[in-house]
């Protein structure tokens, strides 16, 4: 039985007669063993698995707890405990008392919801406001269906956002309509499949005689009212207020703290065992987070009494020292490399690390966030390189055009094939040496009216439009100009591709293409896509501000790959390195790199919590659009209970990139590893002055 293993809090809280009980159950203190364990006594007293619900937060968890609860009592009973996530339990009822419904991705219902914004007219009803766009209204829509309990739409819209109050009859309208056609098609996305088993738990009696609820901390306003309408004969809920990490989600951690206000009759156990960290680490980590207001009262206990190492503090004179350093740390270490985990709040803290692993040769694995090598810029400068070692390389051709303006992937084909077709199998010559005899470069297109393939390639375009451009006149005479569908912003980027292609060949050192790619007028204008990308507002506007820090940070990965490129002297080998070397970098064994987000649940013997910076971490800019410093300290609280052993925490006084000088993260201060000085008196006066101000 699995209740013998647990301790007297665990068993307490297990063996519960009370109808609704809370677990406080703290990091590393056994919260799914007290889960097994609460399982196991319900088919002990005669309760069916089909009985007993179990909401998790990932399905990989309730797989794993089902796995625990076969292992005492076998496959069969275990497979009948319904099991899963609240959209996935959700789904699995709707499906069986309606097989029509169809579960749609976000994608593809936002398409309909554009179809039926775009009839919309907003003219004429107040031109000193912006509407919103279709896709923002989407997600204004599905943030209103996660958070709000009472008010219709229109009145939310209203109250929430009053500047667009007089588009708020408009938007409520689109809304009604878009539900129509759901319906009629019987479209359901994840937030209807919760609204719509809510209305059937409110009128149905599912059967089910206790409910399971783990990582209660992260439950929303709506999963909230779903658990309250099965209100089942016994409930069970399991979470951390400490650990509360998902507001951005619309985790409301209002409902695990007022649990027993919802429930007057309800019984409260708080695991405080812990069996996961060492007592230095744990004083840590309790030492910053009790500045968060105590939700419950909680004083853990370390059951690990042998000695062990204190946390580290390593500090830093600048950003990229940090990464080296620490690189070459875990290169000496003793622990086994997939027993240590690099924490990370911030996706361009895990590039560093990532490249000064690297460089090291040492494996590792990355989760949360876009890997170093799979992000966009990096790629597009291997691309080009590619290009220049293997020209044979169509895919880098089509991947590096569709950067493009009027250059979508089937186009970018069509010159490729035109260029090697002029350059007699090579495109360098297609080029800059191109057989000028052809006139019609292009293949003919496969025409089958059957198949919806029609020849739209009337005629050759003439060149005359792209005269004023500056081009070279010997580019100017490639009939790869001639293509009936190429605008002026493709010639250019064109132009660019065939003066930077040129300007390469020949040069030996894999460093100095890096640098020459990074530096091209081709490469800026990629930057600026992809910047302009990053931060284009939802409702179509850009962020200059955020455009900017765009730019930098794709400025600071050139940096990155250059430092990658020293070492080697030829093409093939550092090609290889990058990108063959690059899908071991982020699968399989190795160091684990982590987001904090993505670090929840796990454990390791070695930690490192990097970029403890004031705005880094906490995070200010995330703090001013929605979060909290609170959210960010228990952020802060998950990163360090990861570690088990031994924990270090680093941080970097200056970034030469931004020529931008870093003060210590408040956390560090609260921890008491940097002396309270002026400029922690400063942080603490801006926190006091934000309050003031909400207040």
């Not at 408009?170 to 759901?182: G, M």
């Not at 005689?209 to 901390?217: A, F, H, I, R």
Request: aromatic content about 10%; hydrophobic content about 40%; overall charge neutral.
């Amino acid at each position: 039985m699995p209740l013998s293993r647990l301790n007297p809090q665990q068993y307490a809280a297990a063996t519960s007669k009370d109808s609704q009980n809370l677990i406080i159950a703290s990091a590393g203190t056994g919260k799914t063993s007290t889960i097994v364990g609460r399982i196991g006594y319900l088919l002990a007293s005669g309760v069916q698995p089909q009985e007993i619900l179990l909401l998790t937060f990932t399905n990989k968890a309730a797989a794993e707890m089902v796995e625990r609860v076969a292992s005492f009592f076998g496959k069969e009973i275990a497979a009948k405990i319904d099991a899963g996530t609240f959209h996935a339990v959700s789904y699995r009822w709707l499906k069986k008392h309606d097989k029509k419904v169809v579960l749609k991705q976000q994608r593809e219902l936002k398409t309909l919801f554009r179809s039926v914004f775009e009839k919309r007219s907003f003219m004429n009803v107040n031109a000193d406001i912006t509407p919103y766009g279709g896709n923002y209204l989407y997600d204004v829509y599905s943030f209103y269906q996660n958070t709000e309990l009472h008010r219709d739409f229109e009145s939310w819209v209203k109250e929430k956002y009053p500047e667009h109050e007089p588009f708020s009859m408009i938007y409520a309208d689109v809304v009604d309509e878009f539900e129509s056609l759901k319906k009629e098609y019987g479209f359901v996305n994840f937030n209807d499949l919760l609204l719509h088993f809510r209305e059937m738990c409110q009128t149905n009696d599912l059967g089910y005689k206790e409910v399971l609820v783990d990582e209660y901390q992260d439950t929303n306003a709506l999963q909230g009212t779903l658990i309250e309408a099965m209100n089942p004969p016994s409930l069970f809920c399991v979470g951390d207020y400490d650990q509360s990490i998902y507001a951005f989600n619309g985790a409301d951690i209002s409902i695990i703290g007022s649990f027993t206000t919802k429930f007057p009759h309800a019984k409260v156990h708080t695991l405080t065992k812990n069996y996961r960290s060492t007592l230095a680490i744990l004083s840590l980590a309790t030492k910053v987070i009790e500045h968060n207001e105590r939700i419950y009262p909680k004083q853990l206990e370390v059951t690990r009494n042998q000695s062990a190492q204190s946390p580290k503090l390593l500090a830093y004179d600048e950003l990229f020292d940090q990464y080296h350093a620490m690189a070459a740390q875990i290169r000496d270490s003793q622990t086994p490399r997939e027993e240590i985990a690099v924490i990370f709040r911030n996706n361009s803290s895990a590039d560093g690390i990532e490249v000064g692993l690297r460089e090291l040769g040492i494996p590792c694995k990355r989760k949360g966030g876009t890997s170093f090598f799979d992000s966009r810029e990096v790629k597009a400068v291997l691309d080009l390189y590619t290009l220049m070692v293997n020209e044979s390389d169509m895919m880098a051709f089509i991947h590096l055009f569709e950067f493009a303006k009027g250059i979508g992937s089937a186009m970018a084909k069509e010159m490729y094939i035109a260029l090697k077709t002029l350059g007699h199998g090579s495109i360098f010559y297609g080029l800059y040496a191109p057989d000028e005899s052809m006139n019609n470069p292009f293949e003919k297109r496969k025409v089958s009216h059957q198949l919806g393939l029609f020849d739209d390639f009337l005629e050759l375009g003439a060149v005359g439009k792209f005269a004023k451009l500056g081009f070279e006149n010997k580019f100017m005479q490639n009939p790869i100009l001639k293509h009936p569908k190429l605008t002026k912003d493709g010639a250019t980027f064109l132009h660019d591709f065939y003066l930077l292609y040129r300007d390469l060949k020949g040069i030996k050192q894999p460093k100095i293409i890096v640098k020459k790619i990074a530096a091209s007028s081709l490469y800026k204008h990629i930057s600026d896509v992809l910047s302009t990308k990053r931060a284009t507002l939802k409702d179509g506007s850009i962020d200059e501000k955020q455009k900017t820090e765009s730019l930098t940070r794709i400025a600071r990965k050139m940096l990155l790959l250059e430092e990658l490129s020293k070492p080697y002297s030829e093409h093939e080998r550092f090609l290889n390195a990058m990108i063959l070397g690059s899908s071991d970098l982020t699968q399989g064994e190795g160091v684990n790199l982590l987001s904090v987000h993505a670090s929840k649940g796990l454990e390791y013997k070695e930690v490192y919590v990097v970029d403890l910076m004031d705005g880094r971490f906490p995070n200010r800019k995330l703090m001013q659009r929605g979060g909290s410093l609170d959210e960010e300290r228990r952020l802060f609280y998950v990163a360090v209970t990861r570690a088990k052993d031994i924990l270090y925490l680093s941080y970097a006084k200056y970034d030469k990139i931004k020529k931008t000088n870093f003060v210590p993260s408040q956390f560090l201060y609260e921890a008491g590893l940097v002396p309270k000085d002026e400029a922690y008196r400063a942080l603490v006066m801006k926190e006091a002055d934000k309050e003031e101000e909400k207040n």
